[in-house]
């Protein structure tokens, strides 16, 4: 079977920078996605689109079909007496805040100043040059219950959770 649009995928993945340096992997041998349902980025899910089991390719993700370019208006300052005097505010520290529009986002210390703290509510890796190493493992269609909540399910229902405890118990 090709992957399509609402197919389950099963793949190993490394992802890497430029400069060759992991940024993350699929760290429990596998990863599972549901096709056409915006689970993964717009350049991998594209790429993928018409693979079969068993296929591996390298793929390039250009930061328009990632996670954006970087954009200025989303690194801000505000006032340091706005955290938590109890907590040490770190530069890489991470807060949960909400958009202008309402929208829950991570942000991220990129400076800390006597008075204000420099934020940056842009994703970690927009701007990026993505490199992804991929395998395709397994492909099948999707259930009814998956494509109707737009996420793979486990063998038990709801949740991929119990397919994990599966896995680890055997």
């Known amino acids: 079977m090709q992957i399509e649009e609402n197919s389950v995928v099963t793949l190993h993945y490394t992802l890497k ?7 993350d992997y699929s760290n429990d041998g ?3 996605y549901l096709h056409g349902a915006m689970n993964i ?18 793929v390039k993700v ?25 907590e040490e505010i770190k530069v890489g ?10 929208t829950d986002i991570v942000v991220t210390v990129t400076e800390v100043k ?4 420099v934020i940056d509510g842009n994703h970690a890796l927009a701007g990026m040059e993505l490199n992804f190493d991929v395998k395709v493992i397994k492909v099948r269609a999707a259930t009814a219950e998956e494509i109707e909540h737009g996420h793979v399910h486990g063998p038990d229902g709801h949740g991929l959770e119990q397919e994990k405890e599966q896995k680890q118990e055997h």
């Open 41 to 58: 980025i717009p350049g991998l899910e594209n790429a993928l689109t018409g693979k079969s089991a068993g296929d591996e390719l390298t």
């Open 17 to 23: 920078d430029d400069d060759g340096r992991i940024i």
């Open 93 to 102: 520290a991470q807060f949960h805040a909400q958009s202008p529009d309402g």
């Open 114 to 117: 006597d008075d204000v703290v």
């Open 30 to 32: 596998t990863f599972l």
């Open 62 to 86: 250009s930061p328009a079909d990632g996670y954006g370019e970087k954009e200025a208006s989303r690194i801000q300052e505000v006032p340091k007496d706005m955290f938590d005097k109890s």
